[in-house]
């Protein structure tokens, strides 16, 4: 079974600049996470869909981020302008159960994101 | 915010020593899961406990969990070089999504 596929795995950018990451989730996974995690930290929910639906999205700084999972599958994140505390890593993640977090999340490779 | 803080933060042993660390939570949970990351494999899943079970085995892990105190506690037997990673705990605070904490830093060494 494929996993969770991210790209691109590292990106350098200036302050100000956009980018964009991609995410595929596990086949038939139906939720679908992104989380930033900052240096030291745990990872922290920016925003998370149920198909292509947005169920949570109270943690993502909406006046730079935003994120869509069109066809209910595959999901973009995009930064725009990015600032230097957006350096991190940003992991996706999903899992097959629509509700209440029984089952483990499947986590892709994460993008290394520096922001100068 | 995290919901979990582990404890301690970082911890150096030799290879065949058992590892223990300890995560602490504040609200009410559904279940813990235990997660590790390295720079080799990513985040991976390593257990998941439910609110109404106290102790769970998976190989050489054993987790327990106290939700009077709202603790919970991994132990690793018999390490080994590959176990050096970070470990998180992560719970559901009953919704249906993930807070997890700081994280343990275990370094084996061969």
């Known amino acids: 079974e494929a996993g969770v596929a991210q790209s691109p795995r590292y990106k350098i950018i200036e302050k100000r600049q956009s980018v964009a990451f991609w995410c595929n989730p596990i086949?038939?996974?139906?939720?679908l996470y992104w989380y930033q995690q900052i240096l030291g930290q745990g990872p922290k929910l920016l925003i998370q869909?149920?198909?292509?639906?947005?169920?949570?999205d109270s943690q993502l700084p909406k006046d730079r981020f935003s994120a869509e999972r069109l066809k209910g599958v595959d999901s973009t994140l995009k930064i725009q302008p990015a600032k230097l505390e957006d350096s991190a890593v940003y992991l996706c993640?999903?899992?097959?159960?629509?509700?209440?977090?029984?089952?483990?999340?499947?986590f892709g490779p994460g993008t290394r994101l520096t922001v100068l | 915010s995290q919901q979990g803080e582990e404890d301690p933060q970082a911890l150096s042993i030799q290879e065949g020593e058992n590892a223990t660390m300890n995560c602490s939570y504040k609200?009410?949970?559904?279940?813990l899961q235990w997660y590790r990351q390295n720079s080799g494999r990513g985040l991976v899943h390593l257990i998941l406990?439910?609110?109404?079970?106290r102790e769970k085995h998976s190989g050489r892990l054993r987790v327990t969990l106290d939700t009077s105190k709202k603790s919970s506690s991994l132990l690793i037997t018999a390490s080994r070089a590959a176990d050096t990673a970070s470990y998180f705990c992560?719970?559901?605070?009953?919704?249906?999504?993930?807070?997890f904490g700081t994280g343990t830093r275990l370094q084996v060494f061969p």
């Open positions: 406990i439910r609110s109404n079970e």
């Open positions: 086949s038939g996974h139906a939720t």
């Open positions: 993640a999903s899992s097959p159960l629509l509700l209440r977090s029984y089952n483990e999340q499947f």
């Open positions: 869909f149920q198909n292509n639906g947005v169920v949570d």
């Open positions: 609200t009410s949970i559904n279940n």
């Open positions: 992560a719970t559901d605070g009953n919704t249906d999504k993930l807070i």
